[in-house]
């Protein structure tokens, strides 16, 4: 099946810098992808959908200038969390679905932000 | 937008037990999925399945979309079963909403 890659896995930083999330489709190409956000013993929330070649939509709620989104290739969107802080840690994943196949979303392996 | 509610909340089962886990969607959709989340967060895709019956090994999944509904059934759990088990649903755009989750536990 198809392969979504996010990287890194889990990353430490401290107050006030800012962290990239890669997530990348390895065997096909993904005009569109999405960001979620995951607290502890919750579910998985929509953050955002990320358009190639244009700007990303916000779910209701989500600062657009604290979750930056670029997707700047048909493989690739990254999610910057800027001047993270401790209520920024949270489990993030990105999905990206096959445009020639059939409905089902590939979910990246999820990355674990931790802000001390 | 639509709400999805799965139930129970959680379960504890004994190894070899069966189990029907229960996903309600609010309104129309055409595309559904199963998941299993693992310890380490990573999801695990078990089923598309929109509408109609599929089955892999131990665990199958039945949609009604007419009725709104979507069952996941587990036989013979193993301890490997536990973690949380999520569906989640989208209409048109795949824009995936996740339902409350199922924690299953399988006790040895």
């Known amino acids: 099946g198809a392969v979504v890659s996010q990287h890194p896995s889990r990353v430490i930083c401290k107050s006030g810098t800012s962290v990239k999330i890669e997530c990348r489709s390895l065997?096909?190409?993904?005009?569109?992808m999405f960001w979620y956000r995951q607290f502890p013993k919750k579910s998985l929330m929509l953050m955002a959908t990320?358009?190639?070649?244009?700007?990303?939509?916000?779910e209701q709620g989500v600062e657009k200038d604290k979750f930056l989104i670029n997707h700047a290739s048909l493989t690739l969107s990254t999610l910057t969390v800027t001047s993270a802080h401790p209520e920024d840690s949270s489990f993030y994943i990105c999905?990206?679905?096959?445009?020639?196949?059939?409905?089902?979303?590939?979910f990246g392996q999820g990355t674990r932000l931790t802000v001390v | 937008g639509i709400q999805v509610e799965q139930s129970p909340p959680d379960l504890i089962l004994q190894e070899g037990a069966n189990s029907t886990l229960r996903c309600n969607f609010s309104?129309?959709?055409?595309?559904l999925q199963w998941f299993h989340q693992n310890p380490w967060g990573q999801l695990i895709n078990l089923f598309y399945?929109?509408?109609g019956t599929k089955q892999n090994g131990r665990l199958s999944a039945t949609t009604v979309a007419t009725e709104r509904y979507s069952l996941l059934y587990i036989s013979s759990s193993q301890t490997t079963d536990s973690g949380v088990y999520f569906c989640?649903?989208?209409?048109?755009?795949?824009?995936?909403?996740f339902g409350t989750g199922t924690r299953l536990k399988v006790l040895a």
């Open positions: 065997d096909f190409q993904a005009t569109t």
């Open positions: 399945i929109p509408s």
């Open positions: 309104d129309s959709v055409n595309n």
């Open positions: 999905s990206a679905r096959d445009g020639t196949r059939a409905g089902d979303a590939f």
């Open positions: 990320s358009n190639e070649g244009s700007k990303a939509t916000y």
């Open positions: 989640a649903v989208a209409s048109g755009t795949y824009k995936y909403i």
